[in-house]
């Protein structure tokens, strides 16, 4: 069964950085599009990033120039690096997959992804 794990959540002051980590098991997800999405209360889950199975990455505006998504040796763990953090990116952060080649904007639906994590909680204070 495919599960993915994240963690590395937790209460930053805003122009600080937090590190997010996701790990995936049940299966080999090396050919499988890893990224990250975010919902705030009240507001729809939205895309955050995605690698891809070559390593291409694709941002959302909000997190461009700040956010780096990666994917570890083993190709079964995606991070989320964020710096200057703003009260707005306050939100749960979930780890998302797809076995599904995708690019740029195909990345970014909600709809497409096929295995989630739990979340994980960030807060970002004024």
């Known amino acids: 069964q495919l599960q993915l794990v994240e963690s590395g959540g937790g209460v930053v002051q805003a122009g600080g950085s937090l590190s997010l980590s996701c790990a995936a098991s049940?299966?080999?997800?090396?050919?499988?599009?890893l990224a990250w999405f975010r919902q705030a209360p009240g507001k729809e889950r939205e895309f955050v990033a995605a690698?891809?199975?070559?390593?291409?990455?694709t941002y959302a505006d909000s997190g461009k120039g700040r956010f780096t998504i990666s994917r570890g040796k083993t190709r079964n763990t995606v991070y989320l690096h964020m710096n200057r953090l703003r009260p707005e990116d306050t939100a749960v952060y979930y780890c998302?997959?797809?076995?599904?080649?995708?690019?740029?904007?195909?990345?970014?639906?909600?709809?497409?992804?096929?295995?989630w994590g739990q979340g994980t909680q960030v807060t970002v204070s004024s």
């Open positions: 690698v891809t199975t070559t390593d291409d990455s």
């Open positions: 049940g299966r080999t997800f090396s050919g499988f599009v």
């Open positions: 998302a997959s797809r076995p599904n080649v995708c690019s740029g904007y195909g990345c970014w639906r909600v709809g497409s992804y096929t295995s």
